[in-house]
């Protein structure tokens, strides 16, 4: 019997506008970091392979191309969505405190499915408008892994998406 299906993971990258969501995507799947990449509407994901315990899988990685607010993000972008991406930044204390309100929002739509939180622009960490400690305590209270990455310096971005993996097959 052949074996060479690929297994395909539709992965959502959730926060407020501004956090790094675009730039995570590009770094990721393309290798690149700038300053002034703009959205392009219409693109609706990127995509990376990796392998995992012997498999090739594809991790889609969708852009939300700037409808952060809640109401404007389409069905279609939720549609199907195995893994989940909560990012806020370490310079906006509002992306912070709005990440529950997005996991509920992801929850509604697509249920409970593997998530990971994650703290970007941790290279700014002078600038922090959310200490430490409150970092943990949400990620304890919604018991969630997080990750401080840094989409700048190329710091746990390869770390997040490996992790994400690695609870979609152990939920499975
Ligand atoms: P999105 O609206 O969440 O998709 O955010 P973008 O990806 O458009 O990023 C917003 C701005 O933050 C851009 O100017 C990025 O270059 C910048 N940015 C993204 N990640 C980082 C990071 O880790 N460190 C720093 N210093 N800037 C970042």
Redesign the pocket.
Known sequence: MSEDFEIAIKVVIV?N????????IQRYCKGI?????K?TIGVDFLEREMEFDGEEIRLMLW?TA?Q?EFDAITKTYYRGAQACVL?FSTTDRQSFEAIEIWKRKVENEVGEIPMVLVQ?????VDQAQVTGIEVEDIAGKLNIKFYK?????NFNIDAVFEYLTERYFLDL
């Not at 506008?17 to 995570?24: D, E, I, Q, R, T």
């Not at 990455?149 to 310096?153: A, F, G, H, P, Q």
């Open positions: 926060g506008g501004a956090v790094g969501k675009s730039s995570m970091f700038t300053k002034d990449y959205k852009d700037g952060e990012a970007n622009k941790i290279d700014l990455t840094s989409v700048k310096e």
